[in-house]
């Protein structure tokens, strides 16, 4: 099945040749969660993230359907 994988702010580090705003496509079997994906597009397990899919806050464990878009960025904190 297919899905989107965004990463976001400094993350694109992990994916430098892709243009600001693209997504990473990949073709991943059912049952897919977002923990093997992020392993997947190399980024290292000791990184916090925040995930969304489909424009939902996600865990790690969440698994995945065809035409998912994976959104991973950075937890931010302010005051």
Do not use: W
Not at 5 to 14: E, P, Q
Not at 43 to 69: E, K, Q, Y
């Amino acid at each position: 099945m297919d899905v989107q994988v965004k990463l976001l702010a400094t993350l694109r580090r992990y994916r430098p040749e892709l243009p600001p705003g693209a997504a990473v496509p990949l073709e991943v079997p059912e049952g897919t969660t977002v923990r093997e994906v992020v392993a997947r597009v190399g980024i290292p397990d000791n990184v916090p993230l925040v995930v969304m899919v489909s424009a939902r806050v996600c865990s790690l464990d969440h698994v995945l359907t065809a035409g998912d878009t994976v959104s991973l960025f950075l937890p931010v904190a302010g005051g």
